[in-house]
């Protein structure tokens, strides 16, 4: 079965330039995460969405920051504009609802973000 | 509230046992514990439920003591693909995970 699938998987970009990150979740999950990793701060959850809704994006850093899902299979996570300091690796992830119970999260490959 | 592993890191030779740990200041729902190698994506290892429970996969195992709200999880006899950094996911409601810093074991032959 296919995993979490993101693209690209590195991204290099000048300061001020507009970046959009790609994610296709596991067919049938209805929960979809994206996190950003850094040495400093480690993982952080940014946004995550139910059934394509966005439940919570209190981890967004600023309005730079933007997060979609238009449908089942596919989700974007976009930066405009770019700065320095977003540079780290993007990861999406998705995990399936069980009644009540906690499930695993499958990560995607991740994005390696630099932003020059 | 991001929850707090120890040790940072962690040095061991092939067949040695170790405890990395794992607390949160908040009451919680479950914990998630990740391994994740170099330059890929964290890997799901087990799920623990409030309730105190154990579990075990393969010579890995975790225990999560609910009133103190810790986590720890146990390698047994380690070997070399153990290597690796280990994070603990914190979930409070919702599917929610906060993760700490993580914890990097180096198995050594």
């Known amino acids: 079965d296919a995993g979490v699938i993101q693209s690209p998987r590195h991204e290099v970009t000048e300061m001020g330039q507009e970046v959009t990150l790609r994610c296709k979740p596991i067919?049938?999950?209805?929960?979809l995460f994206w996190y950003r990793q850094t040495m400093m701060r480690g993982l952080e959850l940014l946004i995550y969405?139910?059934?394509?809704?966005?439940?919570?994006d209190s981890g967004m850093p600023e309005d730079r920051f933007s997060a979609k899902m238009p449908n089942a299979s596919f989700s974007t996570l976009k930066i405009q504009p770019s700065e320095p300091r977003d540079s780290a690796v993007y990861f999406c992830a998705s995990s399936f609802s069980v009644w009540d119970n906690p499930t695993p999260q499958h990560f995607g490959d991740g994005t390696r973000l630099s932003i020059l | 509230q991001q929850p707090v592993q120890s040790p940072q890191a962690v040095i061991l030779r092939e067949g040695e046992d170790a405890v990395i740990n794992c607390s949160s200041s908040?009451?919680?729902?479950?914990v998630h514990w990740y391994r994740q190698k170099h330059g890929e994506a964290p890997v799901f290892l087990m799920i623990?439920?409030?309730?105190?429970e154990q579990k075990g996969h393969d010579k890995i195992s975790a225990s999560f003591n609910e009133k103190k709200q810790q986590s720890s999880l146990y390698l047994t006899a380690s070997q070399l693909s153990y290597s690796g950094t280990y994070f603990c996911g914190t979930e409070r409601s919702n599917y929610k995970l906060t993760f700490g810093k993580g914890t990097l074991l180096t198995v050594n032959p």
């Open positions: 908040k009451a919680l729902y479950s």
């Open positions: 623990l439920l409030k309730g105190g």
């Open positions: 067919s049938g999950h209805d929960y």
């Open positions: 969405f139910n059934n394509n809704v966005p439940i919570d």
